[in-house]
């Protein structure tokens, strides 16, 4: 039994909120159950140096959490001066999984960031972070389409993102912090709307795990995946 | 006429809402307007180093801004490796208003650390961050009341903080992002709910000020902070 | 009675030593009792980058303390890799506090830099790096002109510094380090020549203070200020 | 056909040299064809504060490369103050696949230190480090063995690594930088000697991938780990 | 001829200028020529913590100059977060140097912080520091042995320092920065007042030296550091 | 009697092989015993910026350590923020020995890095990486006259460094670690295959040493650098 109550293969309640920030140009307050991840696109007219020439954009992404986000306050990343290694790999997975969906070379050479924020963190903050930045992004493009700067959305795709892991021998879908914390197997998955696979993460926490749990994994992800895009395009429409 | 056609004397529309950082020991999400600025209050039983001994506590506040609280996407601090000048001026200022009204003696040798991120900025950020984290650490001080970790409120009096400026040669109330980015003088008022002045902080933007308007300023922030300390009172009742 | 056995309106000696640092382009040693601050102003061809195409200059601050200044010696904050919050708020204060008094379209695109390096610290660091960077200022504008760069100098007025403070319930002037350390409020006040305030900072220390208490402290300034302009005017004359 | 004319399931020349850091208490130099990396284990009596009372000991990894190990040089990570987020995430990987096989407790609250330093780059230095740094633990605890430190020798199993990725749309094993720099789909596989999956990371360079293309991919790794784990078993016989 | 027209094997004015810094336990302002620095001993009853336990003492050095020290200004070291390979190249130095006259068995497990700030800055700082360092140092004996904390000074013997260089081919003493900055060959010696050599610093800046100029470089110094300690002992005296 | 049984003037066994580093313009591995260290010399086609318009080159080098190159780990530079000041005053002290021999109006406005990094450290590794850095420089220009970047080697001689020291009061010649350890005096001299000397650096670790001592340490050098000077001679030839 999971503590949650829900079945193996149920995601937590997702919502989707947009327009959270006012100044942003897209923006999206992502929930998966506890966990709240406040996503904001920002359109920057000037791209990092190394796009100038190339006629090519850029999305990328930065990730942070509130200290008190957590049970027990966490030290802000600002006092030791530098990201952490665990906020530099998720925001450079954020950046890669939304950059796989979109047309890099149709909105000139500007940079979209898109700022994930976690407000509140119960488990799976990266996942619900890449969920929501795509609905911030894609309210970005919108905004960017409805003052002509471009005329076609650049997203070529859905993307969404949720973990799965192996909790007490039992394959589970969308771990909240109580699961993800003793589960003995913790992957990641970000698929796309047309079901393909943008990245795959999985980690052994405990003993190593078989292909068959594996792919077991992988199964539930597809499952959650497709639900997280159908709540994408209720969102958006 | 103020941008915002409020009278000079009129405070922006103000809520405090407690509760909304499910783990916190205390939490007020305090709006100001547009300016919005979660405080979350963490009972530290180790206090800094320093403490030990002392049979003191200490309360102690840290300030961020989201990236995109404003008009224009503002860069993480983290990326440049330390807390700005004004981060830090804001955060010692905030702290050394709430250590003004709590007995540090009746608490034992713990940390209370108040978290203020901006969640949108529209001025007069930390102002609000000084009215909320009074109610945020109230709620730290309930929290442990019910826990018999003390059995006396160590909160002396409420605390609470408003700007006033200088604008089209007008004193006004409570500034915001459009009045403050013109405004000639722009004074920060911290005052307790008893009428004690805590601090004062008035900077000449353009032309230097006199002191018949620095004391009209005066004048209008003591309405201001009674006001803002009835809601305080209105919303911990 | 005071420690030092001055009447409550009572300056230490005041002493503006010009000349100073040899190759700076103006300098002044200020001395408040034993309080030494070393100001050297810089004139620098180039201003900050935002400063191209504006017209304008710049001036700016910077403040530090050897660290055998102080009665117990000071770590170095070049060892913690960056200035502290203190420094960077005197440092803004210092200059705010000149760019007050100086016309900045009148000197070209240029930025002039006061270093303002405290020998010896006996309270009232601040307050004598204004009233002394002042002078050093003043001086780098008079080298400018004897050299045709300029032919105005863009003082438009003076400015100087002095705090105030509650000691053991009397309002006094100029504290020292022993009235400091025990003083249970706290105020800096930069006044103009003309008597326009510049800045105003008051601090409760202990019991929040109130609007009566706040009035004197600024009567003991005013009274300041005007014997600190008086020697600024002698000591260019 | 791929650069280097191997077939799709053929590693590059693979050696293990053990001993190669006079000082270490275990050291490995591994090639994978031009891929070069020294890996030195180091035993320090004290582990991390946080390791005390737990009765456990630590293995933990660093991750460096030299600046010409790579076709043009690289900036030393310690000019821009810290590790970057590629080394961090690579040196976490690379510890957290140690430790899948080490039983923790049967060393004492000691730490290993596997240093992985890349002498030469041609892909898959990753890869490379984990197989060959697992060689250089094996001798540290052997040194432990032959010293009465521990008598019994806390590996459980094998590790290793490998890299595959689909070039051209083949799907092939062992990416060097040729192959790797215009791969589609770019994966690596950490899997035990038992043939458990202890790490999986998939990530879609260019377009995203299938479930078919993906378990492709992981039926070469665990041909390649097979070979990998052969050539350890010989290296420390 | 040299520019300042001095003889080859001429000194500067050198003055040394004892308790300069009130609450320093010794201090020393040392002028060569226009070089000034402001040597000032701290003693702290804590000294690192790898003292502990040893029964021995030490004496460290720390280095810097102002800001406007120099003919143009130099950037504050605090501002890029460290100190330069400059500073700490001659931080080391004066530590060295004075260690190597010092008995460290003889004042306990303390530490001696010598801060060296240069003050104005025309070539020689470094030799300068060493010789006002030794003074300060000295006095911070003396006032320790005033206090009875030590009974002897642990002072063994003098040391000081002077740069020569090889300037228009010829061997000077004493270089000033008109001198320093077009030398072929600088060299700094660190000589104690019997006449061992404790450090030489010899460098060529445009073509290589001889030995025997070298050793004409030797002799000059030998004559001015006897000049020097025989300057220490009369300011002592 | 040495603990390596050497005579007071020989040499450890010193080898030089070239073109180690397959992606570096030129590169040599350097032992000076147990002693290793990688140079690796990299063509840089923009220097920087202050290079810009002045028609000279220059040639830099970094230094580091692997953390197991000692005896006992090293912690990494990166992890503590920035290189050590023992590590700038070596790589200061290579890149100067190496500007002293090459004619830097010879290979345009380019910048060449040598990298010396010690895979192994036995002592004199900033004497060993001077003389093998001269190798990977000289095969550098070599590298850019083959392809006619340059017709001419800007090599103007060779260079090369040994240290020396007084052990058991006995002069030496090449310390090793176990000699380093305990010498009471320590240095090191940089010498052209002319005889020229660029660079001198004797310190006393313990007592001051006397001009006679510090001769024979020369004498020693001398001796030492014409083996090394004829080694590197055999490797290019």
């Keep these: 039994m999971r503590p949650s109550k829900r079945q193996p293969d149920q995601l937590r309640p997702v919502t989707l909120e947009r327009g959270v920030a006012r100044y942003a140009e897209g923006s999206c307050l992502v929930s998966f159950g506890e966990t709240k991840v406040l996503c904001a696109a920002s359109l920057e007219e000037r791209g990092p140096p190394w796009l100038r020439g190339t006629g090519k954009g850029w999305v990328t992404a930065e990730y942070a959490m509130l200290p008190r986000a957590t049970h027990e306050r966490t030290r802000r990343e600002v006092n030791s001066g530098k990201p952490s290694g665990r906020t530099q790999e ?43 930045a795509w609905v911030a ?90 639900e997280l895009v159908g709540l994408q395009k209720q969102t958006i429409a």
Excluded at 118 to 126: K, M
Excluded at 142 to 167: E, F, Q, T
Excluded at 174 to 181: G, K, N, T, V
Excluded at 197 to 219: C, M, N, W, Y
């Design 90 to 132: 998720i925001q450079r997975l954020i950046g890669r999984s939304l950059r796989a969906v979109v047309d890099l070379h149709a909105f000139g050479e500007r940079q979209i960031v898109v700022d994930c924020d976690v407000i509140q963190a119960d488990g799976g903050t990266r996942t619900a972070a890449i969920t929501g």
């Design 137 to 226: 992004l894609n309210d970005c493009f919108a905004w960017m389409m409805s003052r002509s700067i471009i005329s076609i959305n650049p997203l070529k795709d859905h993307v969404a993102a949720i973990s799965c892991g192996i909790y007490r021998d039992m394959p589970v879908l969308d771990l909240d912090y109580a699961e993800d914390s003793t589960a003995e197997t913790d992957a990641n998955f970000v698929i796309t709307g047309k079901g393909g696979i943008v990245e795959v993460q999985g980690t052994a926490e405990g003993k190593p795990f078989s292909e068959e749990e594996f792919l077991s994994l992988l199964r539930l992800a597809r499952g959650g995946v497709e």
